[in-house]
Each structure stands twice: as C-alpha cells, then as structure tokens.
DNA sequence: CGCATAACGCACTATCTAGTTACTTCTTAA
DNA sequence: TTAAGAAGTAACTAGATAGTGCGTTATGCG
C-alpha cells in the first residue's frame, strides 16, 4: 500500500496530507492494541503515539488525556460487540439453535478479540470508572439483555427450556465460559498441562461451552 | 495493638527491634495489595515499601527487582488457595457433596480474596511468565486436577455423574463462572443495571453456579 | 487568490520511578 | 564482650512519562 498522501481518489475518499478523522482512527487502534497488551497504567501515550504515527500532541487534542483515549477505546469496544450480537439476528432461529449460535459466536468473538477482553479487564481494575460514564454502553447493554430474555421466553413457551432462569445470570454463564478460558489461557496451560490455544483444544472447549449451556437451559 | 517492638515474649516469639521475617512478611502483604490494585505496571515500589514500613531498599535486598517481587507474590497467592483446597477433604465426601463443596468453596474464595482474581489477570497480562518459572506451582496444580478427577471417577462408578468428561473443563467451568462474576463486577453491575455484589444476588449467582455444574455432570 | 482555521510538530517541563550507593545500627555466636 | 555480618536507612541517579506552549503548514471557503 502507498503511504504517500495525495489528492488523488481513494477507495471513494480523497486522499489528504491531513486528515482529522483518519489520524484519530490510527490513534485510536494503537491506542486499542497498547491498552489491551498493557492495561491502562502500563501503556505509554508515547508508545501510543509513535505507532499511530501520529504526534503526541494530536491524542492530547483529540481526545484530551490518557484517560480520555482509554474512554473512546472502551467504548468503541463495547459498541463494537454489542453492534456484531444484534446481526446474529437470533429471532429469526429456534429458541436451542439461537443460543447455540450466541455461545459460538461469544467464544469466537473473544478469540478474534483477545483486546477486548484485555480492556474489560483493565476497566475493572479501575471500577469501571469509564464505562460507568457512557450512556451508549448502557444503551447497547439493555438491547443486548432483551435479546437473550427474548430468546429465554420464545424457548420456554415452545417447551425446549425449563422455566424461571435469570437472563442475565444466563448471560453472565455464557460469557464466563468462554471468557475465563481466553483471558487465563497461559496461566491456564500451565496449571493444566497443555497447550489451551492449541486448534484441537479450542474446538474441544467451544463443543463443552454448548453443551454445558444447553444442560443448563433444558426442560 | 502495640507497634513498638521490644525484647518481650509475643506469641511464642520474641519481638525484635530487627526481624527479617517479619519484614518480609510486611513487604509481602503490602506488594499483594498494591499489585492487587493497580496491576504489575501500575504498582509502584516507593508505595509498597511506605505501605510495608520498610525502606524500599529492604525490597532490593529480599526480592531483587519488582519482578522478583511479584514473582514471590503470585506463587504464594497460588499456593494459599490450592493448600485451602486440599484442606477441604473432598475424597471424604459423596461424590455430589464433594463437587458442590467444591463450587462452594471456589466462589467464597474469590469473594472473600478478589486479590488473587487481580493478581493472576495482572499474571496472564504478562503471559504467565513468573508462574513459568514456579515448580511450586506446578506441583500444586497437579495435585488440584487429580484431586478433581478423583472426585469425578467416584462419581462415574457411584453411577451419579456421567462418563466422559474432561476434568480440566470441568475445573475450568468451574472456576470460571464464579471468577468471571467477581472479576467483572464493576462493568457487569453496570451492564445489568443492579448491583452484582449486593447480597442477595450473590447468594443467588452462587446457587445459580451450584445448579449450572450439577446440571453438566449430571448422568 | 488569500486568509482564517484546523492539523500538525518540536522541544520542553515537572514529576515520577526502578534501582543503587554508601552508610549506620542492631544481633548473635564464639 | 566483641567482632562480623545482617538489618535497616537516606539520599541519590538516570531515564521515563504525562502533559504543554508555541510555532509551522496544509486546507478549503469566500
């Protein structure tokens, strides 16, 4: 790819030797990838800076402070994941196979995005002191909670799922499943003796996560 | 109770104007906390050495590097919680009894040191590189997923649980619905707009959790 | 074109931070 | 009792680190 800026066209968009909105887009992904490999205290707004190939002063102006990028990043990660769920398009599937399909794509989302997971940490290290300040987060969250209590109740009334079951406890169990793997994977291969990330050994747990949860819902 | 140390008797030891053990023991205790709180990059050595009262100097001597530090930490969190497992005596139990300690246990654990919770994300942000180096650990581990597989075979002939089941994902389930539910406590109570660490839901994440791992073992 | 504005960059500061140097004070074994 | 080693301390260093002040250059609008 050529990096040279030029006016010429450019996937539909005019290439520019300055460009607000692009810069901040690089900003905001190495922002993302140093967050996620350092946890908010351990990342460098240098560090961060050199590989967006941006200048330092642009993050201050831009986004304000350290803690004002990590903000942005969270955010863009939690709408990023809640936007992917809802083009499950779950209602359209029976009851079992709808959550079949919300475990499988949790567990694969988690292994495409291990920052995710990474950010998520790092926020509740800090109290989810910036999480607690977005409303779109908590916009998303109540859609994302509808959805699974939707899938619950269509799955009770068709007589495939017991009664009674919290949605969010549901909820909780199948992100839990697939989420304590991913982030204690090298701890993990440690304790147990093998390599967790290993193709085989992935596709075992993912198997085990369905299973479990189908048990766990059934009538 | 009386800081000032002095040469009398103290529960079977002496006190002493200088103690290397208890030094230590201080600088343990205030490095678990700090790494706890602020991760392995945010913990800072002037603060642990305040916190322990020692002269930071003293965590050179002992631990030779902040890393070294952590090192020691981490495997004595480790260690305390598989020790607290083996105390439990499952094998003296019905196989349903031992598994439901278990889960028990695992979640009061988590609930009662959140430390070790932070610790092994700040481990895993590192990629387990200090639990590498621990046969401590390992030893400790190995006889943790025997323990478990114990519990499991009994529970296959007592004809109560079924066959076939990985004792490492069942240990992993295990852990991971309880430790999931502590770690992310702060986003989580956000995201399901209630207070996750309120009484009353604990109790029931903790039954709902007892439920989940019956249910999956369950012939 | 030309000018106002937004994008960008350099070089700086004040403070912090892991680790060290060189020293003093206490403990204990012979 | 005393000497040698262990425990403990204060003050320091060299390099980071978040955040800024201020000047420069491109852009696009009239």
Redesign the interface.
């Known amino acids: 790819m050529d990096a040279t800026p030029d006016k010429s066209k450019n996937g539909g968009k005019k290439r520019r030797l300055r460009d607000a909105e692009a810069t901040k887009l690089r900003i905001l992904e190495a922002a993302k990838s140093d967050f996620a490999?350092?946890?908010?205290?351990?990342a460098r707004v240098d560090v961060i800076a050199a590989k967006a190939k941006a200048n330092k002063r642009m993050i201050y102006h831009y986004f304000g402070s350290k803690d004002g990028l990590f903000q942005t990043v969270i955010e863009n990660a939690y709408l990023d994941i809640r936007s992917a769920e809802q083009k499950l398009h779950l209602d359209d599937l029976e009851p079992r196979e709808a959550l079949e399909r919300l475990v499988r794509f949790t567990w694969q989302y988690y292994l495409k995005n291990p920052e995710f997971i990474?950010l998520?940490?790092?926020?509740?290290?800090h109290?989810?002191k910036h999480?607690?300040k977005s409303e779109l987060?908590?916009t998303a969250?109540?859609k994302?909670?509808a959805m699974v209590s939707s899938i619950l109740e269509r799955g009770v009334r068709s007589g495939d799922f017991r009664a009674g079951i919290?949605p969010?406890?549901l909820?909780?169990?199948i992100?839990?499943?697939g989420?304590?793997?991913i982030?204690?994977?090298?701890?993990?291969?440690?304790?147990?003796?093998?390599d967790l990330m290993d193709k085989n050994a992935l596709n075992?747990?993912l198997e085990?996560n369905i299973?479990?949860i189908i048990?766990?819902v059934s009538a």
């Open positions: 490999k350092n946890g908010l205290g351990g990474t998520v940490n790092s926020e509740n290290l109290r989810a999480v607690k987060i908590k969250s109540r994302f909670v919290d969010a406890q909820n909780i169990t992100a839990a499943i989420y304590y793997y982030t204690n994977r090298f701890t993990g291969s440690i304790i147990f003796e093998r075992e747990r085990f299973d479990t048990r766990l």
